[in-house]
């Protein structure tokens, strides 16, 4: 099982940018894809971007595709959602999720351990 800790979320100004980071422990994060969602207020959480656990391919929900870079370093055992060209609509809690098997998830039940989420806010 693996532990995840979001980090780097807080307030910006539209058209900002912010980098949210996911420190992993208990396994190394090669070892995971990931994934990450956000939950604005009143509404469902849902996927933002995923990378596999081979790192080779990624996923974005329209969105935030161009505007958003899910990574990962597994030297430091951390995944990253850099974030530009922030718009309000992307006002939210972030979460990080990991999951072991193949391929990409797109879904929460895809993935098995989560962060406790950081919060995104983006002013007008």
């Known amino acids: 099982q693996v532990q995840l800790v979001e980090s780097g979320g807080g307030l910006v100004q539209a058209g900002g940018s912010l980098r949210l980071s996911c420190a992993a422990s208990g396994r190394t994060f090669s070892s995971y894809g990931m994934g990450w969602f956000r939950q604005a207020s009143g509404k469902e959480r849902a996927i933002v971007a995923a990378l596999s656990r081979s790192g080779t391919t990624t996923f974005y929900a329209e969105s935030v595709k161009g505007r958003f870079t899910i990574s990962r370093d597994t030297g430091k055992n951390t995944g990253y959602l850099q974030m530009n060209s922030l718009k309000p609509e992307d006002t939210a809690v972030y979460y990080c999720?990991?999951?072991?098997?193949?391929?990409?998830?797109?879904?929460?039940?895809?993935?098995?351990?989560w962060g406790q989420g950081t919060q995104v806010t983006v002013s007008s």
């Open positions: 999720a990991s999951r072991t098997a193949y391929g990409l998830g797109y879904g929460s039940v895809d993935f098995g351990s």
